[in-house]
T-cell receptor, first 114, second 113 residues
Framework: DTAVSQTPKYLVTQMGNDKSIKCEQN?????MYWYKQDSKKFLKIMFS???????INETVPNRFSPKSPDKAHLNLHINSLELGDSAVYFC?????????????FGDGTRLSIL | GENVEQHPSTLSVQEGDSAVIKCTYS??????FPWYKQELGKRPQLIID?????GEKKDQRIAVTLNKTAKHFSLHITETQPEDSAVYFC????????????FGPGTRLSVLP
């Protein structure tokens, strides 16, 4: 069983469209994250949710809107896609109680904007 | 905020040799330092981590050392094998919820047979 699963794996779409990426974790973790990895492989945190509450919202355009219906799910909706949004988006989860700990990553969603 | 630097950006070693990757961080309150390995087209996977109350940790061929005074930590891989070839990321964190969880820019390690 995949611990952190995200769908779709690949997303190819036109500029200006709206798309969503879904993420689910079955590790019982209370915190989930979205990361963006650009073409230079830099990994940058976008959002962090703890028990459905938004904790971190880095400097991300408000075209990106995360939603956490419960602590096992964190989805990412992107409006009006731009060329610069092309990247790999990783979902991750961790157990926050007791201090910072290892984050478990999903397999990533490769988003390509035409 | 936290800033993590990582060196070298690329590293080539002969199979069987050792590899060392170094990271420095800026926030003295950071207390958790993981290392991730990312193979081409795959997700980052934790290979070892260390907390600020420990100076060294070892797991088979992999070890991490931490110098809190100098604010740097290093990954050591001994007896390298071709399957160790990947991009390695260090990170530093002090928050429970990912606050100040900052990754270094990565080191591309190539192990030559």
């Amino acid at each position: 069983d995949t611990a952190v699963s995200q769908t779709p794996k690949y997303l190819v779409t036109q500029m200006g469209n709206d798309k969503s990426i879904k993420c689910e974790q079955n590790l019982g973790h209370d915190t989930m994250y979205w990361y963006k990895q650009d073409s230079k492989k830099f990994l940058k945190i976008m959002f962090s949710y703890n028990n459905k509450e938004l904790i971190i919202n880095e400097t991300v355009p408000n075209r990106f809107s995360p939603k956490s219906p419960d602590k096992a799910h964190l989805n990412l909706h992107i409006n009006s896609l731009e060329l610069g949004d092309s990247a790999v988006y990783f979902c991750a989860s961790s157990q926050a109680a007791g201090g910072p700990g290892p984050q478990h990553f999903g397999d990533g969603t490769r988003l390509s904007i035409l | 905020g936290e800033n993590v630097e990582q060196h070298p950006s690329t590293l080539s070693v002969q199979e069987g040799d050792s590899a060392v990757i170094k990271c420095t961080y800026s926030d003295s309150a950071s207390n958790y330092f993981p290392w991730y390995k990312q193979e081409l087209g795959k997700r980052p996977q934790l290979i070892i981590d260390i907390r600020s109350n420990v100076g060294e940790k070892k797991d088979q061929r992999i070890a991490v050392t931490l110098n809190k005074t100098a604010k740097h930590f290093s990954l050591h891989i001994t007896e390298t094998q071709p399957e160790d070839s990947a991009v390695y990321f260090c990170a530093a964190s002090r928050g429970n919820y990912g606050q100040n969880f900052v990754f270094g820019p990565g080191t591309r390690l190539s192990v030559l047979p």
